[in-house]
């Protein structure tokens, strides 16, 4: 190996140790308690905690006040040879925390306003604003800045995504608009991108469509690379994670209906009903998952089309519904993964990747014998969720296993952040893990990680996780908030700098549509407020006059501990309204004939 | 069902005497499927076929996906206005080549054959 007597620009993410004032230095120590002495120069300015839509936070006069021991920071900077070593001069700080311990992403409504942010940017960008939401316009690729491509594609799962963004945000808001896109959405979802199968009586979705002018074309089959010429899973998974969550806020009868029949099409084409498990693709036209014409993706189960139900759809359609049949399904879910996905013996990554009969499938496509940073931690906060539902020791086990495991792979201990898609066994001779591809962190995977550690440290109380559920949100709130265009970016470098190439550019794409973005929001402002500060939490909701199931409209904002959140307060059109049970979080609505608007305000027990 | 089949300059035409629906789409399957020989030119006439449920649809994208794997072709014909338009709604028009006669389908699966 060559000679590092080079500079090189990086970010160190730490905690303060020491501050001399007089010599400009501060020591700076990373999470797995490595030491740096950082430099400040005449140069060196501060940027505190800044939300979307929020002005320049400058600190730089209060840098010295903020440079205090325990303090988490950022130092952007400079490594410079010297000697046989490197010296860091810092160029930006960056403070994630308002004071020591003081973060702002754990106030009340800092994830509201975001969520409220970003659906803002994705109706500017896709109709020109909340007056006239019409989907025909819509399309799935949207530029950097928010304009749309002149690419006549629209996906069916990219409607889906954006569909659940504005439901939750309205959850959050109550704001009439964000659930008018939602609901136009599902609508337009409903009239372009289902195929009802009468004779099986199923319901399939479209990948999407083209539209030219008036014009469409459907889409049938996915011609996305890895599934092409199939039906895959997860496509029909998703399709539903808009239009359910839509129904938590509406209770709209035909939503459910679409919802029930594309849960057939899952248990009549997709589940194994001799080994278990769903299928990852099934023929189009045959709708056999053994087709040859499926190829690579014949008989094949993967992390998507086994796990991905629950944070999805399925977790929602449980708080909205409370039905037990998908309570089951959860559980059944849960055990699945626990059951075939830890693969320990070789690799501290699962296995995501399987023949139907559960042999692992080391050989698929761009997979191969890799494992992706985000569905690890994903898989740690689903069960977390799920164990709240139905408590069973192997998945808190596993979901603390995977919880102290991934820092040690998965993590950026330098600069912050979680990497992408890593090999999932080292090469002999290796000390480190290799990245696939690249060592970018996405938006997404972030994501994973703070509900992931929030999660955990909301249930179980080990500090630990809540130092990490912190540091993962520092990064996200720190590096991915785009304050010139809006909304968040796609990727960034591994020190936290934006990366805008390709597909990893844009707003909108196959990948990218206010779902994940906004899901972190929600939920984060849910286990934020009502597990770690102990705070309450208003959600708005706007039935469907008779369209809850006994016009009970269940409030659970996600599934928590069980005790561990009640209704305080519930008002129908801004009255108070007495007729709810505090403990089982359901409200009586009124028997009216028009869409009230209910407000409930939830607030921890102290269980 | 007796579906009715004769050879035209070497190809197979194919009348269906019924519609295509969840009651009849089986039986159809069963009996045109294995006279899908590799390569060979296939002309299927919907003349007496009012409606097509999805099943129905279903059969004939698994003809024209077999055909198309062996080097075969398909052509469609006495297709009613209704089973355009179903055809049409769902997406699936593009997948076939429609002829107005049995005459013009026959000549114009052998001009694709062909070329």
């Known amino acids: 190996m060559g000679n590092m007597n080079f500079e090189f620009s990086d970010t160190i993410a730490g905690y303060v140790t020491k501050f001399d004032k007089e010599k400009r230095v501060f020591g700076l120590k990373t999470y797995d308690g490595r030491e740096f002495s950082v430099k400040l120069t005449s140069n060196t300015f501060a940027k505190g905690p800044r939300n979307l839509e929020e002005p320049w936070c400058d600190y730089t006069g209060k840098m010295d006040a903020m440079l205090v021991k325990d303090q988490f920071i950022y130092a952007v900077g400079i490594f410079y040879p010297k000697k046989d070593n490197h010296e860091f001069e810092a160029k930006v700080l960056v403070f994630p925390e308002k004071e020591l311990n003081d973060y702002r992403f754990e106030e009340p409504d800092w994830w509201i306003k975001q969520a409220r942010s970003i659906a803002d940017f994705y109706i500017k960008a896709q109709f020109g604003g909340p007056a006239n939401i019409d989907y025909s316009i819509y399309r799935t690729m949207l530029s950097l800045s928010g304009e749309r491509k002149a690419e006549p594609r629209q996906e069916t799962d ?18 009439d ?145 409370g039905d037990p049949k998908y309570r089951d399904f959860l559980v059944s879910t849960a055990d699945c993964i626990v059951k075939y996905f830890p693969d320990y013996e070789h690799s501290p990554f699962v296995q995501e990747k399987f023949h139907e009969d559960w042999s692992h499938d080391k050989t698929w496509g761009w997979q191969q014998n890799r494992g992706v940073v985000g569905h690890n931690l994903k898989i740690a906060w689903n069960l977390m969720r799920i164990n709240s539902l139905e408590g069973k020791k192997e998945y808190v086990d596993l979901a603390n296993k995977i919880g102290g495991i991934m820092p040690t792979v998965g993590m950026d201990v330098q600069r912050g952040g979680w990497y992408d898609v890593m090999e999932r066994e080292m090469a002999k001779g290796e000390e480190c893990h290799r990245f696939a591809w690249h060592d970018r962190k996405a938006w997404w995977q972030q994501e994973q990680g703070i509900l992931a550690y929030q999660i955990l440290y909301g249930v179980l109380k080990d500090p630990k996780n809540q130092q990490l559920a912190r540091e993962s949100a520092a990064f996200y709130n720190s590096f991915f908030l785009d304050h010139d265009d809006g909304a968040v970016y796609f990727n960034v470098l591994n020190n936290g700098i934006p990366f805008l190439l390709g597909n990893e550019r844009l707003k909108g794409s196959h990948s990218m549509s206010a779902y994940h973005s906004i899901e972190l929001c929600y939920l984060s402002q849910v286990y934020i407020n009502l597990l770690h500060t102990k705070q309450p939490l208003d959600l708005y909701f706007k039935p469907w006059p008779r369209g809850f199931d006994g016009s009970t409209l269940r409030v659970e904002p996600d599934i928590l501990p069980k005790g561990s959140v009640k209704i305080d307060q519930v008002w129908v059109d801004n009255n108070p309204w007495k007729n709810f049970d505090a403990a089982n979080l359901t409200v009586q609505l009124p028997n009216v004939d028009y869409r009230p608007k209910i407000k409930v305000r939830l607030v921890p027990t102290g269980k | 069902m007796d579906i009715s089949t004769i050879q035209r300059d070497g190809v197979t035409v194919i009348g269906l005497p019924c519609n295509l629906d969840g009651t009849t789409s089986n039986e159809a399957q069963e009996k045109i499927m294995p006279l899908l020989v590799k390569e060979c030119c296939v002309v299927l006439d919907l003349g007496q076929c009012d409606y097509i449920s999805s099943a129905g649809l279903r059969v004939l994208l698994m003809m024209a996906k077999s055909l198309g794997a062996s080097g075969g072709k398909l052509g469609l014909c006495g297709v009613s206005s209704e089973i355009r338009d179903i055809m049409d709604m769902t997406g699936f028009l593009d997948f076939f080549k429609i002829y107005d006669t049995v005459d013009g389908a026959v000549e114009g699966t052998l001009k694709e054959k062909k070329c």
Do not use: C
């Not at chain 1, 990219?158 to 704001?175: C, D, H, V």
């Not at chain 1, 289902?194 to 979705?205: A, H, K, L, Q, S």
């Not at chain 1, 899973?233 to 808009?242: H, N, T, V």
């Open chain 1, 158 to 175: 990219t409607i889906s995504r954006l569909i659940y963004g504005m439901a939750s945000t309205f959850l959050l808001t109550g704001e």
């Open chain 1, 177 to 321: 608009r964000f659930l008018d896109a939602a609901e136009r959405g599902t609508q337009y979802l409903r009239d372009h991108m289902r195929f009802y199968d009468t004779d099986e009586n199923i319901i399939y979705w479209y990948h999407g469509i083209d539209r030219h002018g008036d014009k469409e074309h459907k889409v049938f089959a996915s011609e996305f690379g890895d599934d092409y010429d199939g039906i895959p899973m997860y496509e029909q998974i998703y399709a539903l994670a808009g239009p359910t969550q839509t129904y938590r806020a509406n209770g709209d009868p035909a939503i459910m209906k679409d919802i029930k029949m594309t849960i057939d099409l899952f248990d009549r084409f997709f589940l194994d009903k001799k080994n278990g498990g769903y299928f990852s693709h099934i023929d189009p036209v045959t709708l056999d998952p053994r087709a040859e014409s499926l190829g690579r993706n014949r008989a094949r189960k993967n992390w998507n089309s086994l796990g991905d139900h629950a944070p999805a759809y399925l977790i929602n359609l449980w708080l909205a519904t």
